[in-house]
């Protein structure tokens, strides 16, 4: 595996992004804006080859959340737009910032708001799961692009 494992609480950042329309495609790259729309970070590929300008992708060689929404829109992580559509309208960079940049319990408050909404939050964990488990069998690499992070 050529990059690090994300933070699992970023497969469901990708799925706001996916559900929101925050993701514009093109041929080779992709504009993801984050929760807020303040930044918009620039997703590149050559055949297996990625990079992008978000922090976790660019400083840490970790998939980022705008790297998992590509790779669900390209189809090559699983997406069930059901599960994507409970995570429409999260202020992730809002609730982030509340919780310390804590993703893990940024995620548990909004798995929290799903299940009181009456979500099979144990469904969601499952489906996220599986986007993890799919992404550590991942045959691509991740390098850091010419573009750096938005400020």
Do not use: H
């Not at 933070?7 to 790259?29: C, F, L, P, Q």
């Not at 509340?98 to 009181?116: F, I, Q, T, W």
């Amino acid at each position: 595996m050529a990059f690090k494992m994300p933070k699992k609480e970023k497969i469901y950042e990708a799925y706001s992004a996916v559900s929101d329309g925050r993701v514009s495609m093109g041929d080779s790259s992709a504009q993801v804006l984050s929760s807020d729309k303040s930044k918009a970070y620039t997703v590149t590929w050559d055949g297996d080859t990625y990079s992008s300008n978000d922090n976790s992708t660019y400083w840490q060689g970790a998939l980022g959340y705008p790297v998992i929404a590509v790779l669900m829109l390209r189809g090559i992580l699983p997406l069930d737009r059901g599960t994507a559509e409970l995570f429409r309208d999260v202020p992730w960079k809002e609730l982030n910032a509340m919780y310390r940049n804590d993703y893990a319990k940024a995620a548990e408050s909004v798995l929290g708001v799903l299940e009181g909404r009456g979500a099979d939050v144990g469904a969601v964990r499952a489906e996220a799961d599986a986007v993890y488990d799919a992404i550590g069998r991942l045959d691509i690499s991740v390098r850091r692009g010419s573009l750096r992070p938005p400020v």
